[in-house]
């Protein structure tokens, strides 16, 4: 059974960093388009970077240097590095992990306004405040 298994959410102040773990069991990631997404109460899912293979990254504008996101597929988990976290970041995150789309923009975007993938992880809680 493919699952994606998450870690790293919880509490932090303005101005902190944290950094998320995805990681895969029952499948390997080598050949997979991997994605972040958020859901914040009362908006819509953003998709916030989203990778492929090669390492090719797309970044929604409003995390775009200030978070990275990275792959290590010795270890069959994908990371997101999400530095200086503001309260517009709170929201339960979620990875994904899907062998379609045509890169990384596509699947952030299509992904977005359809949960339609190949596997989704069950999500965590950030929450950005003093």
């Known amino acids: 059974q493919k699952q994606l298994v998450e870690s790293g959410g919880g509490l932090v102040q303005p101005g902190e960093s944290l950094t998320r773990s995805c990681a895969a069991s029952g499948f390997s990631l080598d050949s997979y388009k991997i994605g972040w997404f958020r859901q914040a109460p009362g908006k819509e899912r953003e998709g916030v970077s989203c990778?492929?293979?090669?390492?090719?990254?797309y970044y929604s504008e409003s995390v775009k240097g200030r978070f990275t996101i990275s792959r290590d597929n010795d270890a069959n988990t994908v990371y997101l590095q999400m530095n200086n976290l503001q309260p517009e970041d709170e929201g339960v995150y979620l990875c994904?992990?899907?062998?379609?789309?045509?890169?990384?923009?596509?699947?952030?975007?299509?992904?977005?306004?359809?949960?339609?993938?190949?596997?989704w992880g069950q999500g965590t809680l950030v929450t950005v405040s003093l």
């Open positions: 994904a992990a899907d062998r379609g789309f045509s890169g990384p923009y596509t699947m952030c975007a299509t992904l977005a306004r359809s949960g339609h993938v190949e596997v």
């Open positions: 990778t492929d293979s090669e390492g090719e990254a």
